[in-house]
């Protein structure tokens, strides 16, 4: 099997957490802004759409040139070995993006690197029109500041879509960004855990797959999994080796809100997600309930005051939670809101901040650092 040159992209900000996924697979990595670099084969593929918790979608990376004229597109595209690549009957869409860049049209510069796929493939196949009856193989072509880059999307949907979120509550929370709040606050499954405005209960679904080493991706199909030209073993030998590192723990995870509606859709999605009964589902007031035990953790996305409540209304919530999360003595606190007073009306100036991106919305990662847990005894 050859070596790809792949690319994982995700939100700018995630980029490290990505890289450091990648490395924890076992590849190296080069981070840009919103993407990732690694090298790897067939199985490269599998493995990484498979256990990506905060990536959007792996690419192949297949040429990148400059292209100031449609010809130079054109000539671009015709160079790769695209019947090496796709299969005489591909299903070969072309999507495309154009940023500060002479060729600027985008429906032109996808029209011309489909033309000059088919001019490829006429020449080896000897024939004028091909089916496209068959897997799909997305192109991008990607131009910014005249540099034109051609890749294949092996991911198909967005690796946001793991397959058990079917029904949504207003202003839903991405999967792949849930992740990255998990792993940013360091928790692991040895802690309690609480999501006190849960919405349908995403990171708190997202906690439990990381908990339990579950890949992420392993209740879903790819788009990559389906061609032919990929290597018969890669998918199947990934999704043994997903099975064989999941592992089994007691897990201490609340997801709670306000509202009754969505937490029967948590309810619905702990079942799709096969997570029933490991997370307990709780109506309750963030306002003004606190949990039990001690050295947890708390994430949670609350309202910005965009969609879900008014400006004043969310201030009054910031108000209440700052009050009743600060006498949580052992426990962290990290509140992901777009709101940029939120440590005054909280009451506490954040340990720490990060900025991140909740589809185009502009956030911060508030972070309120507890003392460290006691370690747990060795098996």
């Known amino acids: 099997m050859q070596p790809w040159n792949l690319v994982a992209t995700c939100a700018f900000g995630l980029e490290a957490l990505t890289a450091r996924e990648l490395q924890n697979l076992g590849y190296e990595t080069k981070s840009e802004n919103g993407l990732v670099r690694f090298t790897g084969d067939d199985h490269a593929i599998a493995r990484s759409n498979l256990w990506l918790r905060t990536a959007e979608r792996v690419f192949i990376e297949l040429a990148s040139f400059e292209a100031t004229t449609f010809e130079d597109l054109f000539q671009g595209v015709l160079a790769i070995p695209w019947e090496d690549i796709l299969p005489k009957n591909a299903e070969f869409p072309v999507v495309g993006k ?3 860049s002479i060729l600027h049209s985008v429906p032109a510069c996808q029209s011309i690197t489909k033309k000059a796929v088919v001019e490829r493939l006429k020449r080896t196949y000897q024939q004028e029109s091909f089916e496209e009856s068959g897997a799909l193989y997305r192109i991008e072509v990607a131009i910014n500041k005249d540099v034109a880059t051609i890749r294949l999307d092996t991911s198909g949907n967005g690796l946001h879509r793991r397959g058990y979120r079917k029904l949504n509550a207003t202003a839903p ?21 609480w999501d006190p405005m849960c919405g349908s209960g995403t990171i708190a679904i997202e906690a439990a797959l990381y908990g339990l080493r579950r890949a992420p991706g392993a209740l879903r199909s790819f788009a990559s999994e389906a061609w032919p030209t990929l290597a018969d073993e890669a998918f199947p030998e990934a999704r043994d080796e997903a099975a064989d590192l999941a592992r089994h723990v007691d897990l201490n995870i609340v997801a709670s809100d306000v509202d ?28 003004r309930t606190q949990p039990d035990d001690e050295y947890g953790c708390i994430i949670s996305n609350p309202p910005y005051g965009e969609r879900l409540m008014t400006v004043d209304e969310t201030e009054r919530l910031y108000r209440a939670i700052g009050k009743n999360f600060r006498t949580l003595d ?24 990060r900025k991140l991106y909740n589809g185009r919305i502009e956030t911060q990662l508030f972070q309120y650092l507890g003392p460290l847990p006691p370690r747990p005894p060795k098996a």
């Open 173 to 193: 929370l991405r999967e792949t960004l849930a992740a990255a709040l998990v792993l940013l606050s360091r928790w692991d499954a040895h802690r309690p855990f």
């Open 330 to 353: 052992s426990w962290s606190v990290f509140i992901l809101t777009s709101n940029p007073s939120f440590e005054r009306l909280y009451g506490a100036k954040a340990d720490k901040r």
């Open 260 to 287: 009754t509606e969505v937490l029967e859709l948590t309810n619905r999605h702990l079942q799709l997600a096969d997570l029933d009964g490991l997370i307990e589902v709780r109506k309750a007031d963030a306002r």
């Open 98 to 100: 154009s940023v500060k």
